[in-house]
């Protein structure tokens, strides 16, 4: 991270431990979004975690650890804390890679009849992949056109859809 390449997800979970320590259980991911933005073909490896506490806990603990490993930005989803945005949930049972590359081509497709990308990220929890993410409100204008393109991206990757929620949209970042 930061000038280190990781090449795994597996790799990226492990850097992830190396800092949160015992704390949380940290699964392989990646995070995928658009390949013309930047983003590797199947998605950047990445490390996931669920925490719980108060609000301002999870945020600092979550910048302490995008400082650590020099990534200039990470969003978090929190219930009630944050810009309010809608969220989603489904699950898949493709390998972690295949689902991310099946995700981020139909994701560029939709996007040509939606107007909107889907960017998610996908964790390898055991024997499914969770796929989550938050609408970005900075790019996502409306909500619903985001909501049919989750769905469409769902149902032609076969992934289950599981659910919408509302959720706050906190991006942590370098100040500029």
């Known amino acids: 991270m930061g000038d280190d390449v990781l090449l795994t997800p597996d790799e990226a979970a492990d850097a992830v431990q ?3 320590g015992w704390r949380h259980k940290v699964h392989p991911a990646v995070c995928v979004y658009h390949t013309g933005w930047g983003c590797a ?9 669920r925490s719980i ?17 020099k990534q200039s930005t990470l969003c ?7 810009e309010p945005t809608v969220g989603f949930t489904a699950l898949s049972h493709l390998p972690l890679r295949e689902i991310a590359e099946d995700w981020q081509e139909v994701a560029a497709q939709v996007m040509h ?7 998610c ?13 938050e609408a970005n409100p900075q790019l996502v204008r409306y909500e619903e056109p985001w909501r049919e393109a989750v769905k469409e991206i769902c149902t032609k990757v076969g992934a289950e859809y599981l659910g919408f929620i509302k959720v706050g949209y906190n ?4 100040d500029e």
């Open 76 to 82: 978090v989803g929190l219930s009630g804390n944050g």
């Open 53 to 69: 506490g108060y609000p301002e806990e999870i945020l600092l603990e979550a910048d302490e650890l995008r400082k650590s490993l």
């Open 171 to 174: 991006c942590l970042k370098d």
């Open 41 to 49: 073909k199947g998605g950047d490896p990445a490390g996931a975690y």
């Open 18 to 20: 190396a800092v949160l």
């Open 121 to 133: 990220g996908m964790a390898e929890v055991g024997r499914v992949v969770v796929i989550s993410a």
């Open 113 to 119: 009849t939606k107007g909107v990308y889907v960017s």
